[in-house]
């Protein structure tokens, strides 16, 4: 079946301007996430929804990042006014997660962000 | 808070040998662990899971958990060069709607 799709898959822009980017994830995966890996670095962890809610928005790393999910499915990261040092790879996830239950995170291919 | 740490790396084996890779978590109360390769330049992939003290076996990898030394491990048998990946543990806590916890991985050099 169709996993996890990102789009863009690369990104250009110009400091100052604004992006967003877009996960659409597994079918019938409640949970959604969005992580950040910068060169060399491990997965930062930037905000989970569960359904459209987000239980925890405490990896967004300031209040020029913003996200949200509709309907269950598609989730969109906003970043505002970009910045040089938010150039990484933007990871979506999504699972079937349930109370108590196990979250195995499939992963869609990135969208690798650069910004000027 | 929640920790997962793994050994950086990178960790080299020679072609054929096997390769360890360690993990260990600070949260005594996780029950679930998992396991990631990530080649360069590509997204992680999910290898297997463990949920149970002991051993599990899915072709050449062997994952081993130990809750009450808290780490998990993973074994790869017979390595290859396209085994040459990052390796990242994640865990997952019982309590509640949580996401996984990542460790920042490690890196793995299957030399030929």
């Known amino acids: 079946g169709a996993g996890v799709s990102q789009s863009p898959s690369n990104k250009v822009t110009e400091k100052g301007k604004d992006v967003e980017l877009r996960c659409d994830p597994i079918s019938g995966h409640t949970a959604l996430y969005w992580y950040r890996q910068s060169l060399g670095q491990g997965l930062e962890f930037l905000i989970y929804?569960?359904?459209?809610?987000?239980?925890?928005k405490s990896g967004l790393p300031s209040d020029r990042f913003s996200a949200e999910r509709t309907g269950g499915s598609v989730s969109t990261l906003t970043i505002q006014r970009t910045q040089q040092e938010d150039s990484a790879v933007y990871l979506c996830a999504s699972s079937f997660m349930i109370e108590g239950g196990t979250d195995t995170q499939y992963f869609g291919p990135g969208t690798r962000l650069t910004v000027l | 808070q929640k920790e997962v740490e793994q050994n950086s790396g990178p960790l080299s084996v020679p072609e054929g040998a096997i390769a360890s890779l360690n993990c260990t978590y600070s949260d005594r109360g996780s029950q679930s662990f998992f396991w990631y390769r990530q080649y360069s330049g590509k997204s992680p992939e999910l290898i297997m899971f463990?949920?149970?003290?002991g051993d599990k076996e899915d072709g050449r990898f062997t994952a081993q958990l130990n809750k009450a030394s808290q780490y998990v491990s993973l074994l790869i048998r017979d390595s290859q060069p396209s085994d040459s990946a990052t390796y990242l543990c994640?865990?997952?806590?019982?309590?509640?709607?949580?996401?996984?916890?990542f460790g920042k991985g490690t890196r793995l050099s299957v030399i030929a």
């Open positions: 463990i949920y149970s003290n």
């Open positions: 929804f569960q359904g459209n809610s987000a239980p925890d």
């Open positions: 994640a865990v997952n806590l019982p309590s509640g709607n949580t996401p996984l916890v």
